[in-house]
């Protein structure tokens, strides 16, 4: 069963924009934490962003200043907003909730930076 659903990567340039979106169902979205993670090639999945159910934010340090994560609880819905976008952030992007289940896993969205 789907749970979180991803959405908005693409092929960008360096220096450009994007804006992720994470669909969830309301039982998940009411009362978890929510992340997003990453995961580059040949690389492990890391934690880029993260937000309370009260909207607290955490940032990694190598997005801070230039993702923006948020949560609209009309639409149970995570986005990340990504600017300044620099090669080295291309990877699978994914969103799960805080503490990380497992089982809640998606297929991510593909964020390329390239010229």
């Known amino acids: 069963q789907v749970q979180l659903v991803e959405s908005g990567g693409g092929l960008v340039q360096p220096g450009g924009s994007l804006r992720l979106s994470c669909a969830a169902s309301r039982i998940i979205f009411s009362v978890n934490a929510m992340g997003w993670y990453r995961q580059a090639p040949g690389k492990q999945r890391e934690l880029v962003a993260a937000v309370s159910v009260g909207s607290t934010t955490y940032y990694a340090d190598s997005v801070k200043g230039r993702f923006t994560i948020s949560r609209d609880s009309a639409k149970n819905t995570v986005y990340l907003q990504m600017n300044s976008l620099k090669s080295e952030d291309t990877a699978v992007y994914y969103c799960?909730?805080?503490?990380?289940?497992?089982?809640?896993w998606g297929q991510g969205t593909q964020v390329t930076v390239s010229s």
């Open positions: 799960n909730v805080r503490p990380v289940r497992q089982d809640y």
